[in-house]
């Protein structure tokens, strides 16, 4: 028998999560709502407002309340510039559906153009806005205003410096670890997105400051049809691309099991000072596109465990092509990075709570879509092909940094101005301060 019950407005001021320490860490938010209502085409299975159902999940969880929530600028030109070519910056500028019927077959191949990136209203806003975030959350990491950093609308890692790829149009991924590279010696980037991080590699292939590591599917056939073992970097950079080819079906333990094994010693061998973690949700079983069978707690906890070494971090969105639980599932890590639990039902206040039914749970089970083909044979042999590589590692790339190079760009030109306008001060203003600073001094005298 209930012998105590919270009145309605008790209950409706409870939190939705639980604190799991004393102390977090300083976790930024940044979003721009905007973000989520460009719109690919009605048969393309990339769909931006999935980030609508994440920003809704994560307000209805008051997570909201644990974070320092930005709206970022969009990226300017000179910032895309940073690693994109102008030709192609350019053409995202001025292209728009209507005039690709005009162009001509050579053109849009130059580009890349096609049913996988095609061009759509605001293409080039939708670029800027979610390379502006990614931008802004390195800023507030080199500051030190914030431990983790998350953009959910950024981790694009298949775009090229000179065309689009995979649904990405600029690689937000690189410029941002570029902007990073100014302070930090050494950047480690993680990516378990279920396809190779090939964007982020390809530019990063000749350089020891940045390792990849990527945990894919391959086949030699599977988008993007790279991410090879054998893929290990050239030049200074040899040794410090790493991949790990997956087969079909891996379920949970297999998935944590290998990814703790493999990323431990490589963040001890290469002691990177800031980590980038790509978290493409169609690694998730049940996925439109996918075919493993990880649940979110799986993908979470290696989100965990990298957040477990307290190095800053920069966490960023990806792939994931069922909606539903794509939002399920960063809602779930944002909670995961602000060291707190979730209560796995729903809030049945939130807007878009018809989403996720039959069972409103923050964890559905989707697992066992698929049969697991990766053996024990196999993941041991993977593992010990990228443990191999890391033998040949013997000491952490340092680099020396005398003097900071400037930033990618940091302000526009309107920000400065208006920064410039208000710290001119009028005559009368600064009489004015005088006089009440005066008088302020007077008061303390009796």
């Known amino acids: 028998m209930t012998t105590f019950s919270t009145d309605a407005k008790t209950e409706s001021n409870t939190p939705l999560y639980l604190a799991n320490s004393a102390s977090s860490p300083n976790v930024s938010y940044h979003y721009n709502p905007t973000i989520s209502q460009y719109h690919y085409g009605p048969h393309h299975p990339m769909k931006p407002f999935r980030l609508m159902l994440t920003d809704h999940l994560v307000i209805s969880y008051k997570l909201y309340e644990k974070m320092d929530l930005f709206t970022p600028r969009s990226a300017t030109k000179e910032e ?24 001509s077959d050579q053109k849009l191949a130059q580009f890349n153009i096609g049913d996988d990136c095609p061009v759509f209203d605001g293409i080039y806003d939708y670029s800027s806005k979610y390379a502006g975030a990614s931008l802004d959350a390195s800023r507030k990491l080199i500051s030190g205003m914030s431990d983790i950093a998350i953009n959910w609308s950024g981790g694009l890692h298949h775009a090229k410096k000179f065309e689009p790829s995979g649904f990405c149009y600029v690689n937000d991924i690189v410029l941002s670890i570029l902007n990073l590279l100014r302070v930090h010696p050494r950047v480690m980037y993680i990516d378990i997105d279920l396809h190779h991080g090939d964007g982020v590699q390809e530019a990063f292939y ?76 169609d690694s998730l079983g049940y996925d439109r596109l996918g075919c493993f069978n990880l649940n979110i707690r799986a993908h979470g906890e290696c989100v965990k465990f990298i957040r477990s070494f307290g190095l800053p971090m920069l966490v960023l ?107 001119e001060e009028t005559t009368e203003e600064k009489y004015m301060k005088r006089v009440k600073d005066e008088a302020r001094v007077g008061e303390m005298v009796e």
């Open 206 to 281: 000749t350089t020891d400051r940045v390792m990849t590591v990527s945990f894919h599917k391959f086949n030699g056939e599977f988008f993007p049809g790279t991410g090879s073992v054998d893929e290990v970097g050239i030049g200074k950079g040899k040794n410090y691309a790493i991949n790990v080819p997956l087969k079909d079906g891996i379920d949970d333990d297999s998935y944590i099991r290998l990814f703790k094994s493999i990323m431990e010693p490589l963040i001890t061998k290469f002691q990177p000072t800031c980590i980038v973690q790509q978290c493409g949700a």
């Open 80 to 103: 895309l510039l940073e690693f994109h070519s102008e030709d192609y910056i350019d053409f995202l500028q001025k292209v728009t559906p209507e005039m690709t019927a005009k162009l």
């Open 317 to 423: 969105g990806g792939g994931g092509y069922t909606p539903r639980n794509v939002s399920r599932l960063w809602c779930y890590e944002t909670s995961v990075l602000n060291d707190v639990t979730l209560d796995h039902k729903i809030p049945n206040y939130l807007p878009t709570y018809d989403w996720f039914g039959p069972d409103y749970s923050l964890h559905p089970q989707l697992e066992g879509r698929i049969d697991n083909k990766n053996s024990k044979k196999y993941l041991e042999s993977v593992k010990h092909e990228v443990l191999e590589q890391l033998r040949y590692l013997n000491y952490a790339p340092s680099v020396q940094m005398s003097e900071i190079p400037p930033d990618l760009t940091g302000l526009t030109e309107e920000e400065e101005d208006i920064i410039k306008e208000l710290n």
